[in-house]
């Protein structure tokens, strides 16, 4: 997992980051406090951060962290993982149709008998709205980030509870990012660097992946954006496949 994490995060340049940990602890408390972290603590959480003083050695399977205080947080990455390593297990025990869902984060092996694919909902930006468009899954993932559910709001802004490992602020606006790739530990991370990368470079990174596809969607004063890359219609949910 860790090998993967860091591959993403050199593919878009630290926007992805598990070693964003000492930050995260930070606006969780102040999740709890309604108030925000504070900058002398936020400035030294932010000098712990960065995913090249992680050192991976593989021949022994040792991780390193090389500066004393440093945290891990997988909680961008995890689910997804465990949503594969889940359809591995049901291989392994013969069950070759299944759909893994960890909350955000679906992962799917063989469509379920007599149908081409698993019909899976995406969620709107506003939870009280009903899903109106649906994808068409086989032997794929999807996972969708934002701060639909996990959010504070601090001095009338909302902060997301997705922070952007560079400036170690939570991501300010309603937004939301759903990503298709080829197994959950790829949509999973990328869901969240599409979320802090915004839709223009953001989606740049999911058109450079193989099998990868996204949507973007945010809420402006004059009204809801979507952004949506070239093969995301392509997973589209149609009565007619």
Not at 20 to 42: A, H, I, K, N, Y
Not at 68 to 89: E, F, N, R, S, T
Request: proline fraction near 5%; aromatic fraction near 6%.
């Amino acid at each position: 997992m860790l090998q993967r994490a860091q591959e993403v995060s050199r593919r878009c340049d630290g926007a992805f980051d598990v070693t964003v940990g000492p930050v995260v602890r930070l606006w969780r408390r102040s999740r709890r406090t309604q108030q925000l972290p504070d900058p002398e603590q936020l400035a030294q959480a932010r000098e712990l951060v960065g995913y090249e003083k992680v050192r991976l050695n593989e021949k022994d399977r040792s991780v390193q962290l090389t500066q004393a205080g440093m945290q891990l947080d997988l909680g961008g990455i995890g689910k997804g993982y465990a949503a594969d390593a889940a359809l591995k297990v049901l291989k392994q025990h013969g069950i070759t149709r299944a759909l893994v869902a960890a909350a955000g984060d679906i992962a799917v092996s063989g469509p379920p008998p007599d149908t081409p694919a698993w019909k899976v909902a995406i969620h709107p930006l506003d939870p009280e709205q009903k899903s109106s468009r649906f994808l068409s899954l086989r032997h794929a993932a999807v996972s969708t980030s934002g701060d639909t559910e996990q959010f504070v709001e601090i001095g009338d802004k909302r902060y997301s509870h997705i922070v952007d490992p560079k400036t170690g602020m939570g991501l300010v606006g309603r937004m939301s990012a759903t990503v298709l790739a080829k197994d959950g530990t790829a949509s999973d991370s990328l869901a969240k660097v599409v979320c802090v990368l915004g839709p223009e470079r953001g989606l740049k990174l999911i058109e450079a992946t193989d099998g990868a596809a996204a949507l973007f969607v945010r809420k402006t004063d004059s009204g809801v954006e979507t952004f949506e890359s070239k093969r995301f219609s392509t997973f589209l949910f149609s009565r007619d496949r």
